[in-house]
C-alpha cells in the first residue's frame, strides 16, 4: 500500500484544514485506515481511525473537532481539522493497518510521508 498525504500548511488559531491522503497499491478491503501525527521532540500519537465498516474513532484531544472520511470511489483519505489549537501542530501521518493477499489480511502497516501543520496564535 501507497499513501501520499497532503493538505497541510500554516494557519491560525482556531481555523480549519483539510488533509488528504491517496492510497494506491492493496487497497482494497483495508480493515483500517487512520491518521497520526508527531509534534517536534515528542512521539508519535494516533489521532484518528476509520474502519472498513465506517466506523470512526478519535483520540480525546480531538474529539469534536476532527472529522476523518474517505471517499472508496477515489481512494482518498481525509482529515478535516476544525477550531484549531497551538498543540495541533505536528507534521500529520496517514496510515493503513494492512492488506490482503491470497485470502489473508496481513497487519503490516503502511505510512505516508508527513505534512505539516502548524498553527499560530
Known amino acids: 500500500v501507497q499513501l501520499q498525504a497532503c493538505g497541510g500548511g500554516s494557519v491560525q488559531v482556531r481555523g480549519s484544514l483539510k488533509l488528504s491522503c491517496q492510497a494506491s497499491?492493496?487497497?482494497?478491503?483495508?480493515?483500517?485506515m487512520g491518521w497520526y501525527r508527531q509534534a517536534p521532540a515528542k512521539e508519535r500519537e494516533w489521532v484518528a481511525t476509520?474502519?472498513?465498516?465506517?466506523?470512526?474513532m478519535y483520540a480525546d484531544s480531538v474529539k469534536g473537532r476532527f472529522i476523518i472520511s474517505i471517499d472508496d470511489a477515489n481512494n482518498i483519505l481525509y482529515l478535516q481539522m476544525h477550531n484549531l489549537k497551538p498543540e495541533d501542530t505536528a507534521s500529520y501521518y496517514c496510515?493503513?493497518?494492512?492488506?490482503?493477499?491470497?485470502?489473508?489480511?496481513?497487519?503490516?502497516?503502511?505510512w505516508g510521508k508527513g505534512t505539516l501543520v502548524t498553527v499560530s496564535s
Open positions: 497499491g492493496r487497497i482494497f478491503g483495508i480493515k483500517n
Open positions: 476509520i474502519t472498513s465498516s465506517g466506523t470512526t
Open positions: 496510515n493503513a493497518d494492512g492488506y490482503w493477499r491470497g485470502g489473508k489480511y496481513y497487519n503490516d502497516p503502511s
